[in-house]
């Protein structure tokens, strides 16, 4: 079956860590992107990529970092400069992000607790 | 800059009836794409209905329709015949050409047997 993974599910993490969140499409999606979800705020653009080896900043893209080495892969890192790390990550993919019928297809997340 | 708004934070419907969650935006676009997109409490996002700004046609995906408002900038979603399974969080999108998604804060909505 055609989808995304994301891994791990759960995540714990200390304080002044890094923690690597994964991200795997196998839809063939060009596009690759990473939300941010917490209580009453939607979801919030962390970053996205439109090809391999590029990708931009999203509207909160302080304290992460990503790569986009492979079109299926899309990790996200959350580094010890992120100020409050915890919350429910999103990872989705779609065909061609500036086509007016890109269509989002979502993982199914992973929340990260810090300690 | 676009917003999304979902004034409801929290709803209830009695299994069988009908129910409408609501969204409005801004933008001064005239061309763009609306989206109800769901999340059951599994947590994957998926989409429930799609509508596209320049269609008058309201679009309806079996239960599901849309009541598309386009000078209101008003984009509701009705839910016919609720059911168990439709309990979830329900986010409102709006995407335009070259942007990325912006979603609303969700609406949580309970089916209650």
């Not at chain 1, 992460?64 to 492979?70: D, G």
Request: net charge neutral.
């Amino acid at each position: 079956d055609g989808g995304i993974t994301q891994s791990p599910k759960y995540l714990f993490r200390k304080e002044g860590q890094n923690v690597t969140l994964s991200c795997e499409q196998n839809l063939n999606h060009d596009a690759m992107y990473w939300y941010r979800q917490d209580p009453g705020q939607g979801l919030r653009l962390i970053y996205y990529s439109q090809i391999v080896n590029d990708f931009q900043k999203g509207d909160i893209a302080e304290g992460y970092s990503v790569s986009r080495e492979k079109k299926e892969s899309f990790p996200l890192t959350v580094t010890s400069a992120q100020k409050n790390p915890t919350a429910f990550y999103l990872c989705a993919s779609s065909r061609i992000r500036d086509s007016l019928m890109g269509e989002l297809f979502f993982g199914e997340g992973s929340r990260l607790t810090v300690l | 800059a676009q917003t999304v708004t979902q004034s409801q934070p929290e709803m209830s419907v009695q299994e069988a009836e009908t129910v409408t969650l609501s969204c409005t935006y801004d933008t001064s676009e005239n061309n763009y794409y609306l989206f109800w997109y769901k999340q059951p409490p599994s947590r994957q996002m998926i989409l429930v209905i799609r509508q596209e700004a320049y269609k008058q046609q309201n679009a309806t995906e079996n239960r599901f329709s849309v009541n598309f408002q386009k000078a209101a900038k008003s984009f509701s979603l009705k839910i016919s015949d609720s059911q168990l399974g439709d309990t979830a969080m329900y986010f409102c999108a709006f995407l335009n050409y070259g942007q990325n998604f912006v979603f609303g804060p969700g609406t949580r909505l309970s089916v209650l047997p």
